[in-house]
C-alpha cells in the first residue's frame, strides 16, 4: 500500500501558511514534482484533497501527531480505490481505524471518519476515475508578436492636449492638400499625354491639306490645347 508520511514540523509548518502556499508546502513534503492545475487536473483533484485534509484537522484542534496519522490513512484509501470497488476501500478504511485506535482519541478519529465519508466516500467513483485515468492533454498554442510601446518623452517635451490636437489636425489639412495638388498633377500629366497623341495625329493629317487650310487648323488646334490646360489648373 502507497505510503507517505508527514513529519509533525511539516504539518505545523503548513498550518501557518495560506492555502495556495500550503498546497505549494505540501506539494515539497510528498516530494511531488510542481503542477499546473491546467495542465495536470487528476494530480491536483489528489492535492486538493489531502490538503483539505489536513485543513480539517487543524480547524478540529486535532493534535499534530493525529493529524500526522490522518493525512497517512487520507493517503492510503486514495490510492486504495485504484481498480479497487467501493466495498473493498471501505474494509480497508475500517481495518485502518482499528489499527490507530490505540493511537488516536476515539471522538477524534470518529469525527476524522464522518469527514471522510461526507467527502472522500460520497465521491468515491470521482476519484477512482482520477486515480485511475490518464488525463490526456488537449491545448492548442498560438504564437503572437506583441509591439512594445515606444518609450515615453521627458516631461518637458510634453504639450498641452489642445496644442496637441491642433497640430494633428493641421497635419491632416496638410496631407490633404498634398494629395490634392498630387491628384491634380497627375489629372494634367494625362491629359497632356492625350493632347500630345491628338496634335501628332493633327499635324500628320495638315501635311496633306492645302496651305491656308494648314495655318487655320493649327491656330485651332493651338487654342483648343489651351482652353484645357487652363480648365486644369
Given at each position: 500500500m502507497?505510503?507517505?508520511c508527514?513529519?509533525?514540523?511539516?504539518?505545523?509548518?503548513?498550518?501557518?501558511?495560506?492555502?495556495?502556499?500550503?498546497?505549494?508546502?505540501?506539494?515539497?513534503?510528498?516530494?511531488?514534482?510542481m503542477?499546473?492545475p491546467e495542465?495536470?487536473?487528476?494530480?491536483?483533484?489528489?492535492?486538493?484533497?489531502?490538503?483539505?485534509?489536513?485543513?480539517?484537522?487543524?480547524?478540529?484542534?486535532?493534535?499534530?501527531?493525529?493529524?500526522?496519522?490522518?493525512?497517512?490513512?487520507?493517503?492510503?484509501?486514495?490510492?486504495?480505490?485504484?481498480?479497487?470497488i467501493?466495498?473493498?476501500?471501505?474494509?480497508?478504511?475500517?481495518?485502518?481505524?482499528?489499527?490507530?485506535?490505540?493511537?488516536?482519541?476515539?471522538n477524534?478519529?470518529?469525527?476524522?471518519?464522518?469527514?471522510?465519508?461526507?467527502?472522500?466516500?460520497?465521491?468515491?467513483?470521482?476519484?477512482?476515475?482520477?486515480?485511475e485515468?490518464?488525463?490526456?492533454?488537449?491545448?492548442?498554442?498560438?504564437?503572437?508578436s506583441?509591439?512594445?510601446?515606444?518609450?515615453?518623452?521627458?516631461?518637458?517635451?510634453?504639450?498641452e492636449?489642445?496644442?496637441?490636437?491642433?497640430?494633428?489636425?493641421?497635419?491632416?489639412?496638410?496631407?490633404?492638400?498634398?494629395?490634392?495638388?498630387?491628384?491634380?498633377?497627375?489629372?494634367?500629366?494625362?491629359?497632356?499625354?492625350?493632347?500630345?497623341?491628338?496634335?501628332?495625329?493633327a499635324?500628320?493629317?495638315l501635311?496633306?491639306?492645302?496651305?491656308?487650310?494648314?495655318?487655320?487648323?493649327?491656330?485651332?488646334?493651338?487654342?483648343?490645347?489651351?482652353?484645357?490646360?487652363?480648365?486644369?489648373?
Open positions: 502507497a505510503t507517505c508527514l513529519t509533525t514540523d511539516e504539518i505545523k509548518e503548513i498550518s501557518n501558511l495560506s492555502r495556495p502556499e500550503g498546497l505549494i508546502h505540501l506539494q515539497n513534503a510528498m516530494c511531488w514534482e503542477i499546473d495542465d495536470n487536473l487528476d494530480r491536483s483533484i489528489m492535492l486538493d484533497f489531502l490538503y483539505s485534509t489536513l485543513e480539517f484537522c487543524f480547524r478540529k484542534g486535532f493534535p499534530l501527531l493525529e493529524s500526522c496519522y490522518f493525512f497517512q490513512l487520507s493517503y492510503e484509501i486514495l490510492h486504495c480505490c485504484k481498480m479497487n467501493l466495498t473493498s476501500t471501505l474494509l480497508f478504511f475500517q481495518s485502518r481505524c482499528e489499527e490507530f485506535k490505540e493511537c488516536v482519541d476515539q477524534n478519529l470518529q469525527c476524522f471518519s464522518e469527514f471522510i465519508f461526507e467527502t472522500f466516500m460520497k465521491h468515491y467513483r470521482l476519484y477512482q476515475y482520477v486515480v485515468c490518464q488525463r490526456h492533454r488537449d491545448s492548442s498554442e498560438l504564437q503572437m506583441v509591439n512594445v510601446p515606444p518609450d515615453i518623452l521627458p516631461l518637458s517635451e510634453g504639450k492636449e489642445s496644442i496637441w490636437n491642433y497640430e494633428q489636425k493641421l497635419k491632416e489639412v496638410e496631407l490633404e492638400e498634398r494629395l490634392t495638388a498630387e491628384q491634380k498633377q497627375a489629372a494634367f500629366e494625362e491629359v497632356k499625354c492625350k493632347d500630345s497623341a491628338k496634335i501628332e495625329c499635324y500628320r493629317a501635311d496633306t491639306l492645302p496651305d491656308d487650310k494648314k495655318q487655320k487648323t493649327q491656330r485651332q488646334t493651338m487654342r483648343i490645347q489651351e482652353d484645357r490646360h487652363r480648365s486644369i489648373q
